[in-house]
């Protein structure tokens, strides 16, 4: 991804460091964060320093090289950072394989993380045909860069149809709490292309008045009934696409569908602090008496969705 015209990965290995661009800080100040340790992995993971699911993947195959003389124990470690993306568990297994049967374990990781960016490139070919010129794309969260180390998932088209000249517009939901559509519309704006953040409740009014052509968001975890886990607010966009007629689609790697979960039910849905919904930034933005409630994901029945785009094509149900 290009940031002020250089070109950036979301995480990256350095000797024997792993250095993640600090998402905390985005888009606001551009900070890197240094992890040493498979400890500093799993504290990136759950603080939410490197976040969206092929990425989490990413760090925990770093985690366990890094983790690699106890790999019992990185392991241990990892798998309870943040129990909703399949990619971290994906990773981890694949990582106790490639310690057992590979001399350079950090290979082996890099070996991953390569296989997960030419993955989303792939998704970005493939989803390319589903972009007309002239089209509204709406997206909620972040599934760019940032959440897959390079191109994205639900963004990688968008990139591509960019790159070649097609007009587009862009509606990113702010995705509160954490307000992960701004640093979708971070990664827009780095790359140039025309969009506009939109309050989570205006998703419906704009497909309403139809000026959303398609929408497309990425997964945290795909069902084998095709039932998926993304953050939250993504059913009542689907839900209303649905309403309204507007095409809905999944961009997710193969790393992202767990073969073991059959329907959506079964997906753990993460409940994360009070303090992401009462502080913006470390800033109170409500009283101390609030009682809230933060679920950092939902499922949307496998009947809303159009198409999964994949690494291997665009897959229907
Ligand atoms: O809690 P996050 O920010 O790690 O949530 C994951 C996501 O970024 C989204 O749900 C995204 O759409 C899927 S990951 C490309």
Same mark, same amino acid.
């Given at each position: 991804? &290009?940031?002020? $015209?250089?070109?950036?990965? #979301? %995480?990256?290995? +350095?000797?024997?460091? @792993? /250095?993640?661009?600090?998402?905390?800080?985005?888009?606001?100040?551009?900070?890197?964060?240094?992890?040493?340790?498979?400890?500093?992995?799993?504290?990136?993971?759950?603080?939410?320093?490197?976040?969206?699911?092929?990425?989490?993947?990413?760090?925990?195959?770093?985690?366990?090289?890094?983790?690699?003389?106890?790999?019992?124990?990185?392991?241990?470690?990892?798998?309870?950072?943040?129990?909703?993306?399949?990619?971290?568990?994906?990773?981890?297994?694949?990582?106790?394989?490639?310690?057992?049967?590979?001399?350079?374990?950090?290979?082996?990781?890099?070996?991953?993380?390569?296989?997960?960016?030419?993955?989303? &490139?792939?998704? $970005?070919?493939?989803?390319? #045909? %589903?972009?007309? +010129?002239?089209?509204? @794309? /709406?997206?909620?969260?972040?599934?760019?860069?940032?959440?897959?180390?390079?191109?994205?998932?639900?963004?990688?088209?968008?990139?591509?149809?960019?790159?070649?000249?097609?007009?587009?517009?862009?509606?990113?939901?702010?995705?509160?709490?954490?307000?992960?559509?701004?640093?979708?519309?971070?990664?827009?704006?780095?790359?140039?292309?025309?969009?506009?953040?939109?309050?989570?409740?205006?998703?419906?009014?704009?497909?309403?008045?139809?000026?959303?052509?398609?929408?497309?968001?990425?997964?945290?975890?795909?069902?084998?009934?095709?039932?998926?886990?993304?953050?939250?607010?993504?059913?009542?966009?689907?839900?209303?696409?649905?309403?309204?007629?507007?095409?809905?689609?999944?961009?997710?790697?193969?790393?992202?569908?767990?073969?073991?979960?059959?329907?959506?039910?079964?997906?753990?849905?993460?409940?994360?602090?009070?303090?992401?919904?009462?502080?913006?930034?470390?800033?109170?933005?409500?009283?101390?008496?609030?009682?809230?409630?933060?679920?950092?994901?939902?499922?949307?029945?496998?009947?809303?969705?159009?198409?999964?785009?994949?690494?291997?094509?665009?897959?229907?149900?």
């Amino acid at each position: 991804m &290009k940031i002020n $015209g250089r070109e950036y990965r #979301s %995480l990256w290995q +350095d000797r024997d460091n @792993i /250095l993640f661009i600090d998402q905390r800080k985005l888009p606001f100040s551009f900070e890197i964060f240094t992890a040493r340790t498979v400890k500093d992995v799993a504290f990136a993971i759950k603080e939410m320093v490197v976040r969206g699911a092929p990425a989490i993947g990413a760090a925990a195959a770093y985690g366990m090289a890094l983790g690699e003389k106890n790999p019992k124990q990185s392991a241990k470690l990892l798998r309870l950072t943040r129990p909703t993306a399949y990619d971290l568990f994906y990773a981890v297994d694949y990582m106790i394989q490639a310690i057992d049967q590979t001399k350079n374990v950090f290979d082996a990781a890099s070996t991953y993380v390569e296989t997960i960016i030419s993955h989303c &490139k792939n998704i $970005g070919e493939h989803g390319e #045909s %589903l972009i007309k +010129d002239n089209m509204t @794309i /709406l997206t909620h969260c972040n599934a760019g860069a940032l959440a897959t180390v390079d191109y994205g998932t639900a963004l990688a088209p968008l990139r591509n149809v960019h790159k070649k000249k097609k007009k587009i517009f862009v509606f990113t939901d702010e995705t509160r709490p954490r307000l992960q559509g701004l640093l979708t519309a971070w990664e827009l704006s780095q790359e140039g292309i025309p969009h506009a953040l939109i309050p989570d409740n205006a998703a419906g009014y704009y497909m309403r008045k139809k000026e959303v052509d398609i929408v497309i968001v990425g997964a945290d975890r795909i069902a084998v009934n095709g039932d998926f886990a993304n953050k939250i607010g993504t059913y009542e966009k689907a839900v209303c696409a649905k309403e309204n007629n507007i095409p809905f689609y999944v961009a997710a790697p193969q790393s992202t569908f767990d073969p073991q979960i059959k329907t959506g039910s079964q997906i753990i849905i993460e409940e994360r602090t009070k303090q992401e919904v009462t502080e913006i930034q470390g800033k109170a933005i409500m009283p101390e008496w609030v009682m809230v409630k933060n679920p950092a994901f939902d499922i949307t029945p496998s009947k809303y969705v159009t198409g999964y785009i994949t690494e291997k094509g665009i897959l229907k149900k």
